[in-house]
Every structure is written in C-alpha cells, then in structure tokens.
C-alpha cells in the first residue's frame, strides 16, 4: 500500500437506522489505486468480496458486507473542477453534498437534487439514485450524472456515460448500491442559481384526506421544491396537526431584503 493509506480495520457498521449491525473490514484511503489493488486482493482471496461505502446515511445494511470488506470512500474528496459554462461539476465519489453545495454557490451553481441530509456522498447518491424534495420537477440524482468513472470487480475501470456504449452498465450502477463496482469520480450537472435562499409557502392542513388533496391538485407543479409532515409536537393528541411546503428559487431582483428560518 502506498503510504498515505489506511490499512483495513475491523469495524462495526449499520445503516443509519442502527439495526442489523454487523463487522467488517474498512479501508479508508484517498487513493484511487489503493482501492484498486485492494478489490483485486477480495476478489483473489475468495472471501465475501468488497462494497463501498459513504457516510452511512442509508437506513438499511446495503454498505455494511459483514465478513468482508468495506471500502470508506468518504476519503476519496476531491473537486476537480466546476465550470459556471457548462454547469458541470467534476467530483471524486467520496465528495459529500454540503462540500459540493457550498463549493458551487460561488459559480452560481446548485445540487441539482438535495436529500433530507447533506451529509451524503455523490458515490451513495448515484449508488442509492436519491431523491429530493423537487423529485417532481427534477426527477432523482441518476438523472444528473453525465458521466462516471466505475471500478468493477475484475479490476477494470470504465468511463461510463448515460447514452454511451455501456449504457445499460451506466444505468444499472444508478441505483445499484454498489453492486456492479465502485464508483470512483463522476461529472455531475448542475443547477444555475442566483442566490442561496428559497421563497418558501406553508399550510397547515386538518386531516390527511386534506394533506393528500393539496398535493394532488396540481398546485405542486409551481414549486421547484415541496414536502409534507405530521407536525406531532404541535398537536401532540391528535395527528391532525400536519404541514405542507413549496419552495421555489427566487431570482436577484426579488430575493427578500430580509431572510428567515422555515418553522
């Protein structure tokens, strides 16, 4: 191993609904050919083999590989490159969404698809093909990965693209969870923006029947961004306490002079 790598370690793992745990070896190195000698030695040695690994915040055990070993990518952090022009970000997988975020806000630049955490890699996030709350404006992560770089078990590595000749490979890894190799660099297109801030609107509906009816009436369709929850702590008797939201950018001109908190 090259010195600026961990060896591997024997570590306890779950998802990040902490069931199931169970321990695996987990090597955590910034280097891409650590990672490929590595995956050679599993698949060599006949053992469980190898299964990347974010920052866990899958609620299932889909990177743990109890027995085997587990590849920490979170290690692997690069940008390489983010361009205002072609609104194209270059990333190692390991880079998390709030270092991408905050990293592309200055070329005036957005994820273009944001979970309920930011503490996600973009490896897990094509991996798992996340959604976000605009999954119906934006549909899911997959579908603004314009390319990837993909380890696959015989230590081959393959620059994939969504319409190339290994299409079909490219879109199976889309929501594979790292079962056809490891993802290890991606390009990712992303969303313009001229500010940081949304315009926000809620309601506090009654019931669920009345919940399901303001998402259904086609209303949602003026919000890059909507959500829904039980709001258990203000009407801790009843569920009928419950909020609806929509989000949408605004743009320089209309951006409020003065920001606050979404309650």
């Known amino acids: 191993m090259s010195s600026n790598a961990s060896f591997a370690t024997p570590t306890r793992l779950t998802g990040w609904g902490r069931t199931a745990p169970s321990v695996a070896d987990v ?41 085997g070993l587990v590849i920490d990518m979170s290690g692997l952090n690069n940008i390489h490159s983010i361009s ?14 709030d270092q991408l975020m905050k990293a592309a806000l200055p070329f005036g630049l957005w994820v273009p698809v944001l979970p309920g955490t930011r503490q996600v890699t973009v490896g897990g996030a094509i991996a798992c093909d996340i959604h976000g709350k605009n999954h119906h404006s934006a549909g899911s992560f997959g579908n603004h990965v314009r390319s990837m770089d993909l380890l696959l078990a015989n230590g081959e590595l393959r620059r994939l693209t969504p319409d190339g000749d290994e299409a079909e490979l490219f879109w199976a890894t889309v929501g594979g969870n790292g079962l056809t190799g490891i993802i290890l660099r991606a390009t990712i297109e992303m969303t313009p923006t001229e500010t940081a801030y949304f315009i926000a609107d809620g309601d ?46 605004p743009n320089s001109t209309s951006c409020p002079t003065s920001c606050g908190a979404v309650r």
């Open 27 to 67: 090597l955590r190195t910034p280097d891409p050919e650590v990672i490929a000698k590595a995956v050679a030695r599993a698949a060599d040695s006949g053992t469980r083999g190898v299964i990347a690994r974010g920052l866990g915040r899958s609620y299932g055990d889909n990177a743990q590989n109890g027995g």
């Open 84 to 97: 205002a022009d072609t609104k194209l970000a270059d990333v190692d997988a390991g880079v998390n969404l």
């Open 204 to 249: 506090v509906t009654a019931t669920l029947d009345e919940t399901i009816a303001l998402h259904s009436d086609g209303s949602e369709a003026g919000y890059t961004y909507s959500s829904a929850w039980f709001d258990a702590i203000s009407a801790p008797r009843s569920w009928a306490g419950r909020r609806c939201l929509g989000a949408v950018w």
